[in-house]
């Protein structure tokens, strides 16, 4: 991919193996399919569409050493992550900007922060994990929306360090949920069918 590149609102599709060659900025949305795969490079990459990751590449992702900026569009829209791979997205750093929320379909990893930043939500499938090495943090919003067995924030983010500090977990499930025992910075329950807590909870910030 040329360097540098600033793609325009039709985005960047690919259905072959691309790797980038210096910082992308993404006005539209990323597409691959067949068995495309995007290597990142260690570079900072500016996302301001969706994703829709269609491939059958097992590796569809390779993020290593790099930054991707998941920002607010012009007009500002929620934007999301879905697909028909089957793979987890192998991120490194991840910022979550867009204040019109991001969605994701897809299981994510991450090997350094996981950053929602204020006034952005990050909201998960259901069934959609968030895990890996690094660290979720930020001062935005994190929503919970598992409902399988043991339906709470510790089983949907597996992410192995969390800041919990700044940030707010919305429980916001379409079935009755566990709020994990855990010290949180901010607790939101919007959930109607209850929550039930699994043990000692503590909520620093009202």
Do not use: C, M
Not at 84 to 94: Q, R, S
Not at 112 to 127: E, I, K, L, Y
Not at 160 to 187: C, D, F, P, R, W
């Amino acid at each position: 991919l040329a360097d540098p590149a600033t793609l325009p609102a039709d985005g960047l599709a690919t259905s072959g193996i691309k790797t980038a060659a210096a910082g992308l900025t993404v006005n539209g949305n990323l597409t691959t399919s067949g068995s495309a795969r995007f290597t990142t490079g260690a570079f900072t990459h500016n996302f301001a569409g969706n994703w829709v990751i269609d491939s059958s590449n097992v590796t569809p992702i390779t993020a290593t050493g790099s930054t991707i900026n998941f920002n607010t569009p012009a007009p500002a829209a929620a934007t999301s992550i879905t697909g028909t791979t089957a793979a987890t997205l192998a991120l490194a750093v991840v910022n979550i900007n867009n204040t019109s929320g991001l969605g994701t379909t897809e299981n994510l990893s991450a090997t350094g922060n996981f950053t929602v930043a204020a006034n952005a939500t990050f909201s998960p499938a259901a069934a959609v994990i968030l895990s890996g090495t690094g660290t979720l943090t930020g001062s935005g919003t994190v929503q919970v929306t598992r409902t399988a067995a043991i339906a709470g924030f510790s089983q949907q983010y597996t992410i192995t360090n969390k800041t919990l500090t700044n940030l707010t977990v919305e429980y916001i499930g379409a079935a009755a949920q566990i709020v994990s025992a855990l010290g949180y910075g901010k607790l939101k329950v919007n959930n109607p069918s209850g929550v039930t807590l699994a043990g000692a909870t503590t909520v620093s910030t009202t």
